[in-house]
């Protein structure tokens, strides 16, 4: 690996440096998600990949569990927000909780992950939705063809930027489709980031 990019993806597993770069965007990034879910209704949350609290507190009004590998993510998240933080590796089939969900979520996760873990952990994440709940993905598409926005997700820390094609065949796979939006993100005018937002529930 470069290791500028190398220096680059240790800065980014610092708390406070990711929370940075995150928070001109974390909004912008959720209002897909934000406009077709009413959080009112939303009981219990699983927030799998959940960093250093960047959704929980787009959760607040209800019982929130987030989980994510890097400790000191979720020693900021534990001491900034209400819930149940986890440490744990996602690709570890043993880690999420043997419990029930109306959101199962996932933010910027799983571009990190190839294609084998993203399946496996999607089926997973189907099986703990409870009873008119759904699992809510939002991550990283790898547009088609030169711009800013390609090469921005070719230079990300997660290794996994996927045509929206990919997402879909990934995301269908365990879930049946009731959403999904390819949305941009950025400055105003100038994509610098495509995104995917799908909603599923299990098959």
């Known amino acids: 690996m470069n290791p500028l990019r190398k220096v680059a993806d240790r800065l980014l597993e610092m708390p406070i440096v990711y929370g940075t770069l995150q928070a001109p965007f974390a909004g912008n990034k959720l209002k897909p998600f934000l406009q077709r879910v009413d959080l009112s209704t939303v009981r219990r949350v699983l927030d799998v990949g959940c960093g250093p609290g960047t959704n929980a507190r787009a959760f607040a009004g209800s019982d929130y569990v987030g989980i994510d590998i890097n400790a000191d993510y979720i020693a900021t998240a534990s001491a ?6 986890v440490v744990g590796d996602v690709a570890d089939e043993t880690v999420l909780p043997n419990e029930k969900f109306d959101c199962v979520f996932a ?3 799983m571009h990190h992950l190839p294609d084998d873990v993203t399946s496996s952990l999607l089926a997973r994440m189907a099986r703990l939705v409870a009873p008119g709940g759904g699992v809510h ?3 990283l598409v790898l547009p088609d063809g030169l711009s800013p926005a390609r090469a921005l997700a070719r230079l990300d820390r997660g290794r ?3 045509p929206i094609a990919e997402w879909r ?3 269908t796979q365990h879930l049946e489709e009731r959403h999904l939006e390819v949305y941009p ?3 105003p005018g100038i994509p610098l980031w ?3 937002y799908f ?3 299990p098959k």
């Not at 900034?80 to 933080?85: A, C, E, P």
Request: hydrophobic share 50%.
């Open 80 to 85: 900034r927000f209400k819930g149940r933080f």
């Open 107 to 109: 933010n910027s996760l």
């Open 137 to 139: 993905v939002l991550d």
């Open 160 to 162: 996994h930027a996927r």
């Open 169 to 171: 065949r990934l995301f």
């Open 185 to 187: 993100l950025g400055l």
């Open 194 to 196: 495509w995104m995917v």
């Open 199 to 201: 909603h599923g529930v």
